[in-house]
């Protein structure tokens, strides 16, 4: 049983990396900057500058905003200065009307919004928005993760105007305690996500009835390139009405409505909604398959989310790595222990994700995430079947080693390191085009 004190901060870092998001998160975290600019102002600005962090810059070109019918930077930081508030969060955005779009368009058209690179960014999550009006300045920073704001200034800041905020929530503490993160090892997991009073982690099942409400919405009327409706639609006779085809079904749909801009929450994972759809909605699928009680959804969706925030920490925020990799492999974890696996078969199952999905590289969020979802769930599938029948990947293969840890350690590495030039050349590649 783990220690009083470590359960507390577990339960308080998946509550912090476990939360609804409208939007890709990269563009709503801008808006976010924004947003909380704008109110440090106190006015709408007459002109605002955004600098943000390549990885971020990448993630947020080609994705569609919420409520907009538009695609891009532009609009989110219209929008962020018109109606955003930041005590939404990662949901700012969501009190957009069809005013407030026409209004932002203008304000687009009126050349108020300029985007820049930050080249010598501190964090591969880095943003800084500067507003003006008159001879008014203010100014919002995030950096490190989506809601971390590392500099506040302006008018109406509550401290001295003449001293701006730095540095706040930048250590990585859980918020609901303030102690330090915790590093976690996956046997930790696996002894949190299986043995903690019921009571203390059903709060994850909102993941499920929050991701899958985004699947429906893609199911009835159809967004971005529809792969959950047409694999529904036309590829029964292909996949079969499986409980695979039902997770690649219902986990795509949700990446379709959110990549589209549908205005619907989801349940992120480590700021990230596809990667919170991807560690909830195969879970779900094959509970509902399988017949499984509240208790083994809760405890396998905690398993599933758990795990991709563990990866998430060597990993990092962002990077070249696709996020799909991360949360694919939490959802394989999750339909082992569904299957009645214990955790020798979690870390089979593991490895075998490993050993697969490793190289597949993020060129920013776009309606064609749904695919590279897809190829996680399928796989997560795969492995989590091997596992469950005495299948692992060995050390003698590839980056596997024997310890599960170190195995997800080369993994990050690979991601985090060794994939920085792809990362660049991606960046290069999608702003020449």
Known sequence: MLPEELRSRIHALVRREVVPAMGCTEPVAVALAVAKATELLGRRPEKI??????????????????????????????????????????EVLKDVSADAVSEGRRYIDDGRVEVKLCENAPSILHIEA???????????????????????????????????????CDSRQTEATGAEEPKLHLSEVWEYA????????????????????????????????????????????????????????????????????ATVPVMSNSGSGNQG???????????????????QLARALMLSH????????????????????VASTGASAG??????GAYTQVQAAIKNMVANLTGMVCDGAKPSCSMKISSGVSTAMMSALLAMNGRCVTEAEGIICEDVDRTVRNLTDIGREAMRETDRLVL???TSK
């Open 277 to 295: 759809i991807t560690a909830t909605m195969p879970v779900v699928s094959f509970a509902e398959d399988t017949g499984a009680t509240q208790e």
């Open 335 to 340: 339909i082992v222990y569904l299957m009645g």
């Open 428 to 430: 290069d590649i999608m």
């Open 49 to 90: 500058t955004v600098a943000l962090s390549p990885n971020v810059l990448k993630n947020a070109m080609g994705v569609g905003i919420p409520g907009t019918g538009m695609i891009g930077l532009p609009i989110a930081i219209a929008l962020g200065a018109i109606i955003g508030k930041s005590e939404y969060g990662l």
């Open 130 to 168: 500067e507003v003006e009006a008159g001879t008014d300045k203010a100014a919002a920073h995030i950096s490190g993760y989506h809601t971390n704001f590392v500099h506040l200034s302006g008018p109406c800041l509550e401290s001295p105007a003449t001293t701006p905020q730095t540095g706040c």
């Open 194 to 261: 299986t043995t903690s009073p019921l009571e203390e982690i059903d709060f994850i099942l909102e993941a499920g009835r929050l991701n899958k409400a985004a699947a429906m919405t893609a199911m009835d009327e159809g967004y971005g390139h529809s792969l959950g409706y047409t694999i529904r639609t036309k590829g029964l006779a292909y996949f079969g009405d499986t409980p695979v085809e039902h997770m690649l079904v219902y986990t795509s749909a949700a990446c379709d409505a959110r990549m589209a801009g």
């Open 306 to 325: 758990l795990t991709s925030i563990y990866i998430k920490q060597s990993l990092g925020r962002l990077s070249a790595l696709c996020g799909c990799v």
